[in-house]
């Protein structure tokens, strides 16, 4: 495999970051990501992440903390 970015949103909540996908992920849908605030870190060993498994985050730039 290889290293994928998703368009994703993240928000903090009891003192903790999660995200999530956002929107559909085809290369033509701009909407999903003008609404995104970040990239989830697919890595390239895995082909699967499950629900509440820690994952990396890429902040966007226009992404306010």
Not at 14 to 42: P, T, V, W
Not at 59 to 65: D, E, G, K, M
């Amino acid at each position: 495999g290889r290293r994928e970015y998703l368009r994703g949103r993240f928000h903090a909540q009891d003192g903790k970051l999660y995200a999530e996908l956002h929107g559909r992920q085809f290369s033509h849908m701009m909407n999903s990501f003008a609404n995104s605030n970040c990239l989830i870190i697919f890595p390239a060993e895995k082909t699967i992440i499950k629900e509440g498994e820690e994952v990396q985050i890429q902040l966007l730039p226009w992404t306010a903390l």
